[in-house]
């Protein structure tokens, strides 16, 4: 099975140092993401405006499977309960050096999970997935699944959640975000030995350098190191091993 290969953008802190020392990686509730939309699409109106796309016969049908109006306030509570953490699949990215690595001053973790390690029920992760920078993608799912009823409830639901914690507004396509997502919030322990690769910015010093090499030096398997750097050309960026 192939492992799953993310990059994580970090300001270089004690936080970053502590995760680094106890192998640990953290969930954020939804709340606390800084998009006030993520993971809070209304659910109501979206399946509102699916329906005004829809016949009668077929909104019918999925009023009757949702089953009640408080059906959209559990699933929230629900959603509000999991933990997201959050990667990139793309290191190269000037936009994501600035707002995530502490405009260049911080570092990018590249993580290698393992397939059994993320579909392992004792570490309570609900699942990986890309994020969907559509816009109205939560309305367009629900206009989706109305032509293709009757489905099966438990896998509406699931669906459904899927969608609400992976539906951004397009303008963070940039961003090329996957997300593991756990039924709980907070730090959670992961082997070191996921953390393949450690990229330093443009203005990394050379101190916070040293004290990362420090604290990695001692795991068990190797990890690689390397740079931003500016390129030849006005505005490009070229990474180089260290």
């Not at 109305?146 to 396509?173: G, H, Q, S, Y």
């Amino acid at each position: 099975m192939e492992p799953y290969h993310f990059f994580k953008y970090r300001k270089i802190d004690k936080r970053f140092f502590k995760s680094l020392e106890e192998g640990t990686i953290y969930f954020a509730p939804p709340k606390k993401l800084n998009d006030p939309f993520d993971c809070r699409v209304n659910i109501r109106n979206a399946l509102a405006n699916a329906i005004k796309l829809s016949d009668d016969e077929e909104s019918k049908k999925l009023r009757k499977l949702i089953q009640g109006d408080d059906f959209f306030d559990t699933l929230q509570n629900d959603l509000d309960a999991l933990g997201i953490c959050s990667f990139s699949l793309n290191l190269m990215q000037v936009e994501m050096w600035t707002h995530y690595a502490d405009n260049h001053k911080g570092a990018c973790v590249l993580y290698e999970f393992s397939e059994d390690f993320l579909v392992d029920p004792n570490n309570e992760i609900f699942g990986v997935s890309n994020v969907c920078y559509e816009k109205d993608s939560v309305t367009q799912w629900f206009a989706d699944i109305i032509k293709k009823l009757p489905v099966d409830f438990d896998e509406f639901v699931m669906e459904l959640a899927k969608r609400l914690v992976t539906a951004k507004n397009p303008c963070w396509t940039y961003e090329k975000e996957v997300r593991i997502i756990r039924k709980l919030h907070g730090l959670f322990k992961i082997p070191k030995s996921f953390i393949r690769q450690i990229c330093f910015g443009l203005q990394t010093t050379d101190d916070d350098i040293l004290r990362v090499h420090k604290i990695t030096n001692n795991y068990e398997r190797n990890v690689d190191y390397f740079r931003v750097m500016k390129d030849d050309s006005d505005f490009g960026i070229v990474v180089l091993d260290i």
